[in-house]
């Protein structure tokens, strides 16, 4: 899944989010961690303050520290690093948007599936669409995607639950 957290510090009692694949070591922050499990990779993306980052299985002389506007990715084959990153585009969702630049219309369906809990099937034709804007999350996923409709030129239909969307 995904979480954003606000962490108070306290050097008494210090905060450790785990996951199956990395440990963050919380100072005193706001940061957003993605960890889903039928994803292959693993990212913390740091807003303010600062946090420390090492896999799971890894020792605890092995933390990389995080700077504000940096992002720790671990990949499915264990490769690590830190980059810079916009952190608004990570953390949109927060405030009730998604912000999507140069997205594939597939890339952009993934994440609101994630967000609203619903099955959207992109057909090939129109997966590889390019798609730039922020979206707004308030917004009912029907009413979502007819706006993404209106501008692509595409169309969306729902049955059983299950968004279809297509040429």
Not at 141 to 146: A, M, P, R, T, V
């Amino acid at each position: 899944g995904e979480i954003y957290l606000e962490v108070a510090h306290d050097a008494d009692a210090p905060f450790i989010v785990k996951s199956k694949n990395i440990n963050v070591r919380v100072t005193g922050t706001q940061f957003d961690v993605i960890a889903y499990s039928d994803e292959t990779v693993d990212k913390v993306i740091l807003e303010k303050g600062s946090v420390n980052v090492n896999q799971a299985l890894s020792d605890k002389d092995n933390m990389k520290k995080l700077q504000p506007g940096q992002m720790y990715y671990l990949s499915a084959d264990k490769e690590e690093y830190v980059q810079e990153v916009d952190v608004s585009k990570y953390i949109a969702w927060v405030n009730d948007f998604y912000d999507c630049n140069d997205e594939t219309l597939q890339h952009v369906a993934n994440e609101l599936e994630k967000f609203y809990g619903k099955q959207i099937e992109c057909s090939p034709s129109v997966a590889s669409l390019e798609c730039s804007g922020k979206l707004d999350l308030q917004k009912d996923l029907g009413l979502l995607l007819k706006d993404i409709t209106e501008v692509l030129d595409i169309r969306f239909y729902e049955k059983h639950g299950t968004y279809y969307i297509s040429k």
